[in-house]
């Protein structure tokens, strides 16, 4: 890492880290490397105690939006590597037993304190009964999710690709939320995410989109918040 250096004509440090590109690490890692040791919210996962910069995000829109409330039972999924259930944990106090957390991920996860993990795709059809035994039977209060496929550094395939991710999870949600529940996701600005929206009104009584300001403002991703659901017939 290079040195630190004085800002032009103001007396004042430069204190951003710069990376020098070591022999075999590719110019695209040196600078996600650089950006990472210089990002606010990586610092402030740290120093708080979770698991990536993305649960600012929820912090965010949960702040703005006052969705989690003790006692609701949450469903996470794509869950991995957890920030997400972590801060809701908190919020729903699963740790005094008042609320309930699901973090659901294809891939093993590190245990969470006061999170129930389910290890399985939620696009299998023998999930919804997973997540209901988990929850007792119970209905879920919320789904959220924070999932993206990988990067195919195509951008209207990655597009397509996670619009694809959410119209699944909206398929589960469908089928596990409490009336009055909501819906929380992740997309990337393409097109598609306005037929998403339409698809939603069909079920919720509020729908939005959601730009966290710890989005990096250099990436097309959005959430869209689906709130008041109406229920399905049994």
Known sequence: MAGKSRGKGSGHRDLTVRVKTAKGRKLSSTLWLQRQLNDPYVLAAQRDGY???????????????????????????????????????????????KGQVIALDINEMDDIPNVDFLLCDFEDPSSDKMILDAL?????????????????????????????????????????????????????????????????????????????????QDSSELYVLATGFRGRDE
Request: proline share 4%; glycine share 10%.
């Open 51 to 97: 698991r990536s910069r993305a649960v600012y995000k929820l912090v965010e829109i949960n702040d703005k939006y006052r969705l989690l409330k003790p006692g609701m039972k949450v469903l996470d999924l794509g869950a991995a590597p957890g920030g997400w259930s972590q801060y809701a944990a908190k919020r729903v106090r699963a740790g005094q037993g």
């Open 136 to 216: 007792n039977g119970y209905k879920a209060d919320c789904v959220i999710s924070d999932m993206a496929a990988p990067s195919t550094g195509h951008k209207q395939t990655d597009h397509l690709r996670i619009i694809g991710l959410c119209e699944a999870a909206l398929y589960t949600a469908r089928e596990i939320l409490a009336p009055e529940g909501f819906f929380l996701a992740k997309v990337l600005q393409g097109g598609s995410e306005r037929e998403l929206l339409n698809d939603l009104k069909k079920d919720f009584t509020q729908v939005r989109h959601v730009k966290p300001k710890s989005s990096r």
